[in-house]
């Protein structure tokens, strides 16, 4: 993909407050037309400063960013052409809902025939015909945020930036309109950045995902690929849940290593980030890649364990067990008759594919 492909570029952009700590560091990432694109990490990993500094309201210590091939460090944030959408909504209370959303038209001077056209479009796009005249006030937290969705796509822009616009709204709501936003996004082709720290969120709207930690992008990849393949223990840990052994790296391959785990035993895993025996490492597996009494050669990797907890979750059983000293390892069993006669006490084995667990860099479980 070149240059022209990409409507947003950050090159090498730092961002500090207090001029010694860097709150974005050295940050180098595309972003393409009409992607949908979320900034996930958590409270202080720098995404929110890269959404505002992308927006005009924050200026980047060091480095540029690039809008459509142009760099944008001097152009004020009213002519940047972007749309926003905030937590808080931003609404103006003394401002109809049609009034609100023709706001950014009536800045642009557009005629009021179009203000009308666009205003109307907009509300269809957003589920709200017929609320033109209402207030505010009189609108639950869902509407509102749509209006505010409408007051950002109304003008037409480049680009529309989304702050935790979800994050207010109470879980069905917020589920609901994570939805609508995809649809939205799926039917206007328009580019979307989008902060949040809730990593289902992330994964439900997302084209890629870009995890922050500290002010440093870990790893950019789509859904699938982060939740399957992450680069490092800490996107392993922070995308969906996750099994965690320490240990040390016995033997090596270009394909599998044997690692000693601290609880005892040799666990055979897939080296991501390992080099060589006597490395240390984190290993990583997700708890629906495990088996509970797994036929006999059927997984390289098994082990002893005692169920400690059986949770009902309708479409699957959270079955957490003791394996190795560790008292955490959760397996996810699909609901099925076959699994109905574990129980609590009960002694079992747990078995897994080599290549379904990862030896990642150092980190403490």
Not at 123 to 143: A, E, I, T, W, Y
Not at 235 to 248: D, H, L, W
Request: aromatic share 6%; net charge negative; proline share 4%.
């Amino acid at each position: 993909m070149n240059n022209n492909d990409h409507l947003v570029r950050f090159e090498k952009v730092q961002k500090s407050y207090d001029g010694e700590t860097l709150v974005v560091k050295n940050l180098n990432l595309n972003i393409a037309r009409g992607e949908f694109l979320t900034l996930l990490g958590p409270s202080g990993s720098g995404k929110t400063t890269c959404l505002m500094m992308l927006a005009g309201f924050e200026t980047a210590t060091h480095g540029e960013i690039f809008l459509d091939g142009q760099s944008i460090s001097n152009v004020a944030p009213h002519k940047r052409n972007i749309g926003m959408v905030f937590q808080n909504y931003a609404l103006f209370p003394h401002m109809t809902v049609g009034e609100n959303i023709a706001f950014p038209l009536v800045v642009r001077k557009h005629s009021r025939q179009e203000i009308h056209e666009r205003v109307e479009r907009a509300l269809d796009m957003v589920h709200l015909k017929g609320f033109n005249s209402r207030r505010p006030s009189q609108l639950s937290g869902g509407q509102q945020q749509r209006v505010a969705l409408a007051r950002a796509l109304v003008f037409e822009p480049k680009l529309v930036l989304l702050d935790e616009p979800l994050g207010a709204l109470d879980k069905n709501l917020r589920e609901e309109m994570q939805y609508e936003l995809k649809h939205i996004h799926e039917n206007l082709g328009i580019t979307m950045i989008f902060v949040t720290h809730d990593q289902s969120e992330a994964l439900i709207l997302s084209d890629r995902i870009a995890v922050f930690d500290d002010g440093v992008i870990q790893q950019v990849d789509s859904p699938d690929v982060l939740y399957e393949e992450p680069k490092n223990a800490f996107v392993a840990n922070f995308i969906g849940e996750n099994n965690r052994f320490r240990g040390v790296v016995k033997e090596i391959s270009s394909d599998i290593c044997s690692v000693e785990i601290e609880g005892g035993g040799i666990i055979k895993a897939k080296p991501i980030n390992v080099n060589s025996v006597g490395d240390k490492t984190t290993l990583s597996l997700r708890p629906e890649r495990v088996y509970i009494n797994p036929e006999a050669g059927v997984t390289p990797n098994v082990m002893d364990a005692k169920v400690l907890e059986l949770i009902y979750l309708g479409d699957h059983i959270r079955t957490r067990v003791a394996v190795a000293g560790n008292d955490s390892f959760v397996v996810k069993i699909p609901n099925s008759s076959e699994h109905s006669q574990l129980s609590k006490g009960q002694t079992v084995k747990v078995g897994w594919a080599s290549e379904d667990c990862r030896a990642l860099d150092v980190q403490t479980v």
